[in-house]
């Protein structure tokens, strides 16, 4: 037998709390699933970037950090956020700083419902792929604080919108619409009450929509479309959005589908000028990190949709059925109504994958 063609380099960053636990899951899964493959390698390297290297060094990333990841192919990462350290020191001074310094612009987050949904609904109806606008909007960072503790303290966060911004995310999210066999795309939007960016985000859509003829649109405010994923999820497919609302209605989608920790999330370069992110949607878990009972199917999926990104399409779908398997064995953390712990979860998908073929 002739060895594996192609290697790839991977950089780990398990971050804090259980992004640790969970990335131990993900990396044992991708070693399995190579193995099975046989037609390539994975060469992780683990990279302290967290709240334990902050302590130490007073950054949370050091300042080559982009010449450092690009040296790998993707980026495996955790979760960041210490009870030590302010949530937005954190997020800021790594996640964020990562996705908006690399113009990873398209989060991808999938969802599926592998087990009972917490709703009166069919499983197969959840099956929803949200595309979150990861650059600007809310999250672009502009904004301050003046007067800090006196009466007339002020703080503002600017949402910024640009033409550009909005179009290549419309044209990220038609594109991945029609690559889905319903071609079904929703625009989620807040247009009565945010006057003009996203009065510029409707139009941008509307626009865009007219060179992807094959896919049927429509647009629903925000809070409608709480309403809507809860009480008619058959009629969700594809859906885009603004940095804000993705994030709250991409947790929302895990929690109905089963589980906050089975949700993954792709932090796209589409240009593939940089290394693309993948990582569970999760956060560190303060309450259950240290106890080894995380749930490790968000890190697994979005070590799945890594191979994807990579070119290792028959892997990540191994991967996809090996977790569909135990789930229906439940063969799963407690999070999901299942015993065991994550090492043992981990161990029960690798199973699996072995068992396929
Ligand atoms: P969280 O996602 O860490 O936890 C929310 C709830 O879901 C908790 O009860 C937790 O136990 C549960 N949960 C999360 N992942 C789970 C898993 N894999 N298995 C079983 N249960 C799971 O969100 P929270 O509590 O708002 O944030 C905690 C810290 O994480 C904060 O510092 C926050 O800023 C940070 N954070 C970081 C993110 C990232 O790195 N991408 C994303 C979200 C939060
Ligand atoms: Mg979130």
Redesign the pocket.
Known sequence: MSGPGRSYRIASIP?D???IE?IGAALEVLGAAARQSGKYTIEATHIQWGTTFYKETGSYLPKDFQSTLKKYDAVLFG????PDVP?HI??WEL?LKMRGGMQLYANIRPIRCFTRPRLDADPSHLDWLFVRENSEGEYAGHGGRSHVGQDWEVATDTNIYTRHGVRRIMRFAFKAASNRPRKYLTVVSKSNALRNGLVLWDEVAAEVSKDFPNVKWDKELVDAMTVRMVQKPWTIDTIVGTNLHIDILSDLAAALAG???IASSANLDPDRKSPSVF??????????MGKG????I?AIWAAADMLAWLGEQESADAIMGAIERVCKEEKV?A?MGGELNTKQAAAAICEALSATK
């Not at 979760?79 to 210490?82: M, R, S």
């Not at 009972?293 to 490790?296: D, K, L, R, S």
């Open positions: 971050g709390g259980i992004g969970v979760a960041v956020g210490d949530d954190s997020l996640l589980s906050i920790g990582e569970p949607v999760h956060g560190s878990a303060f309450d259950i009972i995380a749930n490790p968000g953390t999070d």
